[in-house]
């Protein structure tokens, strides 16, 4: 495995711990699926590749572990989590339950200033193609909708869930055209339900738009 073009991709660890580098490398390779599940994660190996000790990879994959993205068997080394598809479906389930939680909270909330940020990210959605463009900003969104709930144990939650379902769903849903622009409608009758503090309508509406990525599970995954 080529970490050092990983590590490219995260770019410099200027202003990180060599921890806090060495796991924004690997969870990112695992997040876009550079480093897939069942995959084994060689302490040396990485050490080696990154030009760092021992410690801090060992620490990197304990707080992976945390977040369910790596195994660490006794003996036996970390490989990279693998999900079922009821793990999957399960996971999903709980996004939607946290977000239409959080959304419900957020709406009585939000000005006018929330909703023109929230438009100004749907306009960059309507006019990008890429992957890597169109998940970010749908991650924008999504995060915008729940801001003002103001529960950090949540975003903490949804960081570790959005990590574990994406690298399943990400090429399948962000490369699409067709899903794409079904998302972007979506999100414009989402935002509607906001902007008329129909608190109903946007979680019901919040609740069917996470649960359609039951359908975009790969085959592949059992």
């Not at 900003?137 to 915008?144: P, S, T």
Request: net charge negative; proline share 2%; charged share 25%.
């Amino acid at each position: 495995m080529d970490y050092k073009a990983l590590a490219a991709n995260v770019g410099s660890r200027e202003g990180f711990g060599t921890q806090e580098w060495v796991y924004r490398v690997l969870r990112a390779g695992i997040v876009n699926g550079a480093l897939p599940g069942g995959m084994q994660l060689k302490q040396d190996e990485i050490s080696a590749a990154l030009n760092v000790s021992h410690i801090p990879v060992r620490e990197a994959l304990r707080q992976l572990e945390a977040q369910q993205l790596v195994t660490i068997h006794a003996n036996r080394g970390a490989t990279v989590t693998e999900l079922s598809r009821d793990m999957l479906i399960n996971t999903i389930q709980v996004r939607a339950a946290i977000s239409t939680a959080m959304l419900a909270v957020a709406i009585p909330r939000m000005t006018d200033e929330d909703f023109s940020a929230l438009e100004a990210v749907l306009e960059e959605q309507r006019g990008v193609s890429d992957l890597i463009s169109s998940e970010n900003l749908n991650f924008k969104f999504h995060d915008l909708l729940s801001a003002k709930a103001n529960n950090p144990v949540a975003d903490m939650l949804m960081e570790i869930i959005h990590a574990n379902i994406d690298r399943y769903l990400r090429s399948g849903f962000y490369s699409d055209a067709a899903e794409r622009e079904n998302s972007v409608v979506e999100h414009e009758r989402i935002l509607a339900a906001c902007k008329a503090r129909d608190v109903d309508a946007a979680v019901k509406l919040l609740h069917a738009h996470i649960m359609d990525a039951v359908a975009l599970i790969p085959e592949n995954v059992h």
